[in-house]
């Protein structure tokens, strides 16, 4: 079974500041064969690049599509695409630390709902609804944030937020980024 995924693309991680992690993704209208080898994509991107979470701008792709697996590879039922997904309900508060594959090796703490419920659709184009709660919300808060154009650094104070830019912009001079 190893050849099975050998046909699979792996797509490059768009990282910040590339603009197109802050553009609004588009909704998705049509549900075909070439969304599903998208969606194969997009987890095997994932996996290669050890994230528990990817929406379609970090590869480029200015969609509204995002895959997560907070078990990654663990458990098959953690396997998750959601396309057009919008947080319908959402309860209380967590402060956990968050990082992004778009943002390598910034972490910070970020405040979330502690439990939210999703409707999205799958890759069929069927309507479903999902509620998560620790990781999991954090994972569709995150994710569901991508497809709005906003990253976590985004969410943190502003004197958090300039502190992590500058970090980054010095990265990028002495090309570490
Ligand atoms: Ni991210």
Redesign the pocket.
């Known amino acids: 079974m190893a050849k099975e995924n050998k046909d699979v693309k792996i797509h490059e991680i768009v990282k910040y500041p590339d603009p197109i992690l802050n553009k609004a993704g588009e909704p998705i209208t049509v549900f075909d064969e070439d969304l599903r080898k998208l969606v194969e994509e997009m987890f095997a991107s994932m996996y290669e690049a050890h994230g528990i ?1 990817l ?1 379609a701008p ?1 590869i480029g792709l200015s969609k509204r599509l995002t895959v997560i697996d907070v078990s990654f590879k663990k458990n098959p039922e953690d396997k998750l695409v959601l396309i057009n997904p919008e947080i319908i309900e959402r309860e209380g508060e967590q402060y956990e630390e968050e990082g ?4 390598p090796d910034i972490r910070d703490k970020v405040r979330r709902a502690a439990k939210v419920k999703v409707r999205a659709q799958n890759a069929k184009g069927e309507w479903f609804e999902i509620e998560g709660e620790e990781l999991l919300a954090r994972a569709f808060q ?2 569901i944030d ?1 497809l709005d154009g906003v ?2 650094i985004e969410r943190l104070s502003r004197l958090k937020k300039d502190l992590t830019v500058r970090k980054i912009k010095k990265l990028i001079k002495n090309g570490e980024w």
């Open positions: 979470g929406a970090q992004c594959l778009s943002l995150h994710e991508h990253l976590f």
